[in-house]
């Protein structure tokens, strides 16, 4: 067998083809090494089959890919135009060949994500780490293994509505949007997504974000369990499972409060509404507090909660009770006909200022049958509510001064407060009147302060109530109230 093929130079190109590449080179090399191998024996005819062909399993078939690669090389081999030695002046291949990937390749491994970075806490406390024994707080939501996906976000505060219930979201805020049937909203600060950090679920709104509730039936303030009214008089505010919602780590305590402060209760106007708030200071556990934060609008049955919400975010939680807006709202019907009067007071606006000096302060209020019953009769009822400034040194907080109705040329002395019974709705009997459909009537008010009463926001209430004295329930079948602010 000769070394060499006629018609080709030792090295470079001599016009009969390209020069050959060092891979070409060592493939010859080998194929030449095993052509030594062969003898004359081993070119004997095959022996006959002696058995029946058996099929090949399937880990034989790994073997058809290897006779492809050499016959592949056997064809390559002859195509090639080159010396079938290697020179000994070119320096062997690198150990380790690099092959650019075929265009239409796709990449079969997966990329190994980044985890992401841990959340940088920045309150001035470091909150202690929950102990073994409490329970992440995700509503038996499962909690995602990498950063929660906030909802969308917008750089301006942006309109929202909800049950009639109208605010704007702030900058940075966003809202999980609701189910139809759902009775509350979230609000997420914009810290959401980085303090939650694997706690963080749609239904988890404390203490990232903002709870806006609003009940529109009956049935919806009957059977409501968290947040009503009375949860605003309530020393602990909580008549659910009570959790813990510390920024960073909200858990369920596994026992009670250590300890839960004295509530602040105060009451405000907005939406041109009287508004009640309370608030919280709670301890978990040493290390463990946040603040909880309620208002509750009782005649549009509306509550905002915002529990163990970081102060940062405190501006962004006024703002949307600022842009509180109820004008499109029906209130619920506590009852089939509680809202067959409507009742509108004059002389008497919302946020005016009545003073404790004793001046007197006159207004009307008017009741107008809007429904398609016809009332015998309806009583009357003013009264003021407790609030910030009400007497405390009494067993029944009850705010000073008079209330008088006129009655012709009369004026007829009232209770100024309910106090703790239902003596107050029994004084409208003496003046109640028929209302038929479409009918109104006006009765005329005066009202003084005492020096007893302190400053704040006092809700004046004006109801229609069918006659009472005092043995059956109350029925009330219209009522308004109207918040003042009162000065010293």
Known sequence: MTDKLPGRKSGGRDGDGPAETPTERLLREAMN?????????????????????????????????????????AIGLLTFHGDPVARQDVPPPAATLSTSPSPTAEPTATPTPTPPPAATPTDTGTPSAPSQTEVPLADNTPTPSGPPSSPPTSSVATPYTFRGVKFKVPAGWSVVPPKSTDDRVCILSPGASAGAQGDWTPQACEPYGVWIVAYNTADEVKNALWPTMNDLDSDGGWSRQADCPVWGHPYVPTGPYAKVGTPVRTRDIVAGRPIAKTQWQVTCKPGDDFTGQMWG????????????????????????????????????????????????????????????????????????????????????????????????????????????????????????????????????????????????????????????????????????????????????????????????
């Open 33 to 73: 090494a095993r052509a030594s191998l062969i003898t004359a024996h081993d070119l004997r005819p095959a022996e006959p089959p002696n058995r029946r062909v058996r099929r090949l399993r399937p880990v034989y078939l790994t073997a058809v890919p290897i006779f492809a690669l050499a016959a592949s090389l």
């Open 297 to 488: 609008l009782k005649d549009d049955q509306v509550f905002i909660v915002a529990n163990g919400l970081k102060s940062d975010y405190q501006a962004g939680l006024v703002s949307i009770l600022d842009t509180l807006d109820l004008s499109g709202r029906q209130a619920p019907l506590t009852s089939s006909n509680g809202n067959d009067v409507a009742i509108t007071l004059d002389g008497l606006g919302v946020g005016q200022q009545v003073s404790t000096k004793g001046t007197p302060v006159a207004f009307s209020v008017t009741y107008k049958n809007t429904s398609q019953t016809s009332y015998a009769l309806v009583q009357p009822l003013v009264y003021t509510e407790a609030y910030a400034g009400t007497p405390q040194n009494q067993t029944i907080p009850m705010n000073a001064g008079k209330l008088e109705r006129q009655d012709g040329d009369a004026w007829v002395p009232l209770p100024l407060s309910p106090g703790g019974g239902t003596d107050y709705a029994m004084q409208g009997k003496a003046a109640s009147f028929p209302l038929a459909p479409g009918a109104s009537r006006t009765v005329k008010y005066r009202m003084a302060l005492d020096a007893a009463d302190g400053a704040g926001v006092m809700p004046v209430t004006a109801r229609a109530t069918l006659p009472y004295d005092g043995t059956t329930s109350l029925t009330v079948i219209g009522e308004k109230s109207v918040p003042v602010r009162v000065v010293k």
